[in-house]
């Protein structure tokens, strides 16, 4: 049979399945597993949401959180470099896809390179590495047994509830994340798995990844947190908003027997207009360069201050359609790369104090050794903005004067550095 599973090289992602009755045969043998997937969810979902407000915090290293993924394939070695450091990025993200294990060694080549880099290797299934346990066993054992020296994080599959990157039921991820920790246990005990890797706000998947008889255990809990389809990372999807999604997830991993303490938000972003066929979704998603800087802003901010997430890989670094570096339009950086610049400049080594919430105005406060930082918007258009003794920046970090400013949703900095006396 001629392979259904197409990549789209523009928007770095399958196409979607056109091979309807191969889609039909799949999920009436997978019928089971989601069955299992509805029975499970319901049965944990009281408990979770009861849970919620319960779900334990901590202190997040910054380092760690403002993280990146980046693309092999994607300019020159020294080029990723040059803007990884321009925005002090210390921990990335690579895309391994399994079906590429003949081109093994010139990954690894690429990860040595970035070895002095906290790295996050994505470890992307095929149809056939699904079908094949013995194929997968053998490659995920070559991949481990060559680059643990290099590797923090070995994230085990991606979007798993999407039939396009290949798995139909959790089921079957499970059968595949098991012979990753399986192997873990036989010969490579120091490394450590991300696992879950469920896309979007469809935690009844997550929550069957983590509700099962399956022998396994996670070393990290993998959420791709995509909300670009509901606009602003404030706005809800059924009554919850990021918050609330952060919380339920820490909330149901922290009832779940193979549970992690740390959650990574492996993948999100926003897709950008008029990039077609590079943006990954239809242009009703899409959004302008300047509203995607503000909103991955306002979305990294609003995650800190939950002090639940340990990392979030935005995706991705050179990206036209969805990234902070237009690679096809001779590498331009758009408002977003300023953006993560200032955000991971003025935040590294901070720590979260409060979020405020009135009338749709948000004012985070942070610490940074003696310097007291606020970052306040408003959702209910432009108003009078107040402001004491504090230094005023706008989101991309040009400094602001303190004259008939105003407030919207563009979140505006103030930055006081209180001196010794």
Known sequence: MKD?????????????LKDKLYKKEQRSKNIFSLVKTALISLL???????????????????DQFFAMGIDID??????????LDELDVKTILIRFPLWKIDELDRYIEFLEYF??????????????????????KKDFELLFSKTYTFVNYYQIGTTINRAKWGFFSVNEYLDFYKLAYDLKLEKFNDIKLIGSNVIDFEFHFTIHT?????????????????????????????????????????SVISLSPKKSDKIFITETNWPLSGTAPYAPTSEKECVSEESYAIYMLR????????????????????????????????????????TFKFMKKTFSGSHFMRLDIKRDKYSIEFLRDKTHIIV?????????????????????GKKLKNENLKLGEKPIYMIKEYKEV
């Open 44 to 62: 944990v979902l009281p408990f979770a949401i009861t849970s919620m407000p319960f779900a334990r915090a901590k202190e997040i290293d910054t």
């Open 376 to 396: 306040t918007w408003s959702l209910r258009g432009e108003e009078i903005f107040p402001y004491e003794d504090y230094e005023l920046f706008d989101f991309r």
């Open 74 to 83: 994607d300019g020159s070695k020294e080029l990723i470099k040059k803007h």
């Open 115 to 136: 070895n002095k880099f906290n790295i996050t290797l994505n470890v992307m299934q095929d149809r056939e590495h699904i079908d094949s346990k013995e194929l997968c």
């Open 4 to 16: 259904p599973f197409k990549w789209d090289k523009y928007s770095k992602q399958p196409y979607q």
């Open 210 to 250: 983590l509700f099962n008889f399956s022998k396994i255990k996670y070393d990290a809990i993998g959420s791709l947190l995509y909300v670009d389809r509901r606009g602003a990372p404030e706005n809800t999807q059924l009554w919850f908003d990021l918050n609330d999604k952060i919380s339920f997830l820490s």
């Open 299 to 338: 979305y990294y901010l609003l995650s800190f201050s939950t002090s639940r997430v340990d990392a979030i890989y935005w995706h991705e670094l050179f990206a036209k359609g969805f990234g902070l570096v237009d690679e096809i339009d001779g590498f331009r950086k758009m408002d977003a790369f300023y």
